[in-house]
C-alpha cells in the first residue's frame, strides 16, 4: 500500500474542482462585502 501509492484521476479531478469552487466562493464573499462598502467609510473603519 505505501510502496506504490495510486490516485484514481477521477478522485483528482473531483478534488480539484471543489478546492476550485470553495475558492472562489471564499473570495467572494469578502469581495462583495467590499464594493458594498464606500471607501471613506472603509478606511474609516480602520
Same mark, same amino acid.
Given at each position: 500500500?505505501?510502496?506504490? &501509492?495510486?490516485?484514481?484521476?477521477?478522485?483528482?479531478?473531483?478534488?480539484?474542482?471543489?478546492?476550485?469552487?470553495?475558492?472562489?466562493?471564499?473570495?467572494?464573499? &469578502?469581495? =462583495?462585502?467590499?464594493?458594498?462598502?464606500? &471607501?471613506?467609510?472603509?478606511? =474609516?473603519?480602520?
Amino acid at each position: 500500500m505505501f510502496r506504490n &501509492p495510486e490516485v484514481d484521476i477521477q478522485v483528482a479531478v473531483t478534488a480539484l474542482i471543489v478546492l476550485i469552487i470553495s475558492g472562489v466562493v471564499a473570495g467572494l464573499i &469578502p469581495a =462583495r462585502k467590499a464594493v458594498s462598502m464606500k &471607501p471613506v467609510d472603509a478606511l =474609516r473603519y480602520e
